[in-house]
Structure formats: C-alpha cells, structure tokens
C-alpha cells in the first residue's frame, strides 16, 4: 500500500517485448499510481528486457563423462525442473545414492553424531 507520508516499491513485469510492452508497463504503473491520491508519482523507474536462447536439444552428450544442463527459465519464480535436472545428473554420477537433498541437522551436535555415525 502506498501512503502519503512514505515510499512504496512496486515491481511489474510483462510477456510482451519490445516498445508495446514497455508502454503496457508504463501505463499500469501510471493507473497504479493515478488509483492512489492522483498526486503520486514514481521517484525512479528500470526496466530491461531478458532475452533466452533456445533451449539446448538434450541433456545427454557425446561424452559420458560430460552432463550438460538446459538454461534456466527466464521466470521469476524458481522452476522445479531445475531441480529435476539436477537430480538427474545426481543420478547418473550416483546410481546407488538415495539421499539427493537429504541435510543433516547443523550445529556442533549434529556434526558429532554425523561423525559417530561415520565410525559405525
């Protein structure tokens, strides 16, 4: 909520390019602040375009010993595939492990019973 006496951040963003989504942005942004008081106004406004490559055909490669990752989505929010790919090479590196993002506790308990059970 923006107030009179204080500043507010507002972030926004568009699946449009180019000049169109740049007005797009700049227009809701202008009606965002108009719906306030009528008299605010932004102190200081970014903007950028990302741009992606296309995505690499496969993971796999010519070299076993290589694994090759696809680029990240260009999202703002965090994409579980990436996590799957990880796994996947996790995977293949490891094929008998079954503890892929298993932590242990933290702290100097934990690592004392992390080394109790290593000397088991």
């Not at 055909?57 to 070299?63: D, F, I, V």
């Not at 595939?81 to 079954?98: G, H, Y």
């Amino acid at each position: 909520m923006l107030t009179t006496d204080c500043t507010g951040i507002a972030y926004a963003s568009t699946a449009l390019t180019g000049q169109q989504g740049q007005d797009l942005l700049a227009e809701a942004v202008k009606s965002l602040l108009a719906a306030h008081d009528g008299e605010a106004q932004a102190l200081w406004s970014l903007s950028y375009e990302q741009h992606a490559e296309a995505p690499a055909p496969s993971s796999e490669t010519s070299q076993s010993n290589i694994l090759k990752f696809q680029d990240p989505p260009l999202d703002f929010v965090f994409d579980d595939a990436i996590i799957e790919n990880v796994q996947a090479a996790w995977q293949k590196i490891l094929p008998e492990a079954d503890d892929f993002m298993v932590f242990r506790e933290r702290g100097d308990d934990a690592e004392e019973e992390a080394e109790e059970e290593d000397e088991e």
